[in-house]
């Protein structure tokens, strides 16, 4: 996690209120950095999180090759972590809704471990397509337990920096843990990359377990009471605006070691620097959605949806450029991560008596982006459009995402 990063959250978790912090019997200067160790130590379980997630995108090539498959088949795997992701965010957080969150977190890293041991193992392409569908389980219910304890630890009205911190753990992993682990599977094998993912599973779950506060505070709710949220129209019509909008990020950033080495010719060991400046522009889109998510209604997913509907005509049109195609490599990631903090304050303030639920739900709602994306791009790569055919992939749905939110809108008003 590099230096700068680590600030951000500090300073963020200096800023706790008075108000939150007489609440706390250990509201003292120890307390004060036991608390930004708190957001610290989630932010790592999120940067763990998304080193599994994207590593798999920059290693696509090399485990496609050994377990005999062409790449748009190997899609299928991305694509079964993103539907363990939909389907673990609300089965896990209902089925543990009366747990302690600290409890719920360190579990959720357990099964984190045990779904990387076995993409490890995988012998087959069909038993590692299930072996990334249990890694993909815990990932929503993480960040949504996650935002909860954020929350609290930085007290109300700011729920959009919460997010944003504990998001900014995967954001990094796009900076530092992708290309890492990319470089881990270029040199000893992707089976070493997934290794690499336990061991620092294990480190994640022991610094929870450590800075992770026991609170009374941080209790479960009965499952009816998690669950009443989604009886609501508009949280569902917000997640469809976050399933196809956020989509495009995959779109691109599935295919960017083809991109690299295919369209543009450059040796494999480029494809981490691009992985991280993918990941730089997804920071920084990131830290700066969390700050207009508590300061505008809508300005977030505008100004994001918009930009990267820009960006991925230019990339489309001029991406065999190696200039062009690293710009909007940087620039897709920072547009599109700018309209996240939005869409969790917006599901959290439909139905903040189901908060947990609802970080999960946004999660969810990006691994469905994740299966869209991939599965949009690797559909016009297979029908022989080319490479960049999958920004033209991600520009429809991504369109289609903000006319929805424009729609719902404009019937609010």
């Not at 200067?29 to 130590?41: C, E, F, N």
């Not at 999958?390 to 289609?400: Q, S, V």
Request: glycine share 12%; charged share 10%.
């Amino acid at each position: 996690m590099s230096i700068s990063s680590q600030g951000e959250i500090v300073e963020a978790a200096r800023a706790v209120t008075d108000e939150t912090l007489q609440q706390d019997d250990n509201a003292t200067s120890p307390g004060i950095k036991r608390g930004g160790m708190t957001l610290l130590a989630l932010a790592f379980g999120t940067f763990c999180i998304g080193t599994t997630e994207f590593a798999s995108m920059g290693i696509i090539q090399l485990f496609s090759h050994t377990l005999e498959v062409d790449l748009p088949t190997a899609t299928h795997a991305i694509t079964a972590y993103a539907i363990g992701v939909v389907v673990g965010a609300p089965l896990l957080t209902l089925v543990a809704a009366q747990l302690n969150r600290r409890t719920l977190l360190l579990m959720l890293i357990g099964v984190f471990v045990l779904g990387n041991l076995l993409s490890a193992a995988a012998t087959n392409f069909p038993l590692f397509v299930v072996a990334r569908f249990i890694s993909g389980l815990p990932q929503g219910a993480y960040f949504g337990a996650g935002a909860v304890v954020a929350s609290h630890m930085l007290g109300a009205g700011r729920s959009g920096q919460a997010f944003a911190i504990v998001m900014t753990g995967l954001t990094i992993a796009t900076i530092v843990g992708s290309p890492l682990a990319t470089f881990l599977g270029q040199t000893m094998g992707w089976r070493e990359t997934y290794l690499g993912m336990c061991a620092l599973g294990l480190v994640s779950l022991a610094s929870l377990w450590v800075f992770l506060p026991k609170s009374a505070a941080l209790g479960g709710a009965s499952i009816l009471h998690e669950v009443s949220g989604l009886r609501k129209a508009r949280v569902w019509l917000m997640m469809a605006v976050a399933a196809l909008g956020i989509n495009s990020i995959f779109a691109v950033y599935t295919f960017i070691a083809p991109l690299v080495t295919d369209l543009i010719r450059f040796p494999p060991s480029v494809i981490p620097i691009a992985l991280a400046l993918f990941g730089t522009g997804m920071t920084v889109g990131n830290l700066a959605g969390g700050r207009l998510a508590d300061q505008y209604s809508d300005r977030g997913i505008v100004l994001g949806y918009g930009c990267t509907l820009a960006i991925l005509v230019v990339l489309a049109l001029w991406g065999a450029n190696p200039i062009i195609l690293f710009v909007a490599f940087f620039g897709v990631g920072a547009a599109m991560m700018a309209a996240i903090p939005t869409i969790q304050v917006k599901l959290t303030g439909l139905a903040p008596e189901s908060a947990t639920l609802m970080g999960a739900m946004n999660l969810a709602s990006l691994n469905i982006a994740n299966a869209l994306g991939a599965w949009a791009g690797g559909l016009t790569i297979g029908a022989g459009f080319g490479l960049l055919s999958t920004a033209w992939a991600g520009f429809a749905l991504t369109a289609i995402g903000l006319a929805l939110f424009a729609a719902i809108t404009t019937r609010r008003t």
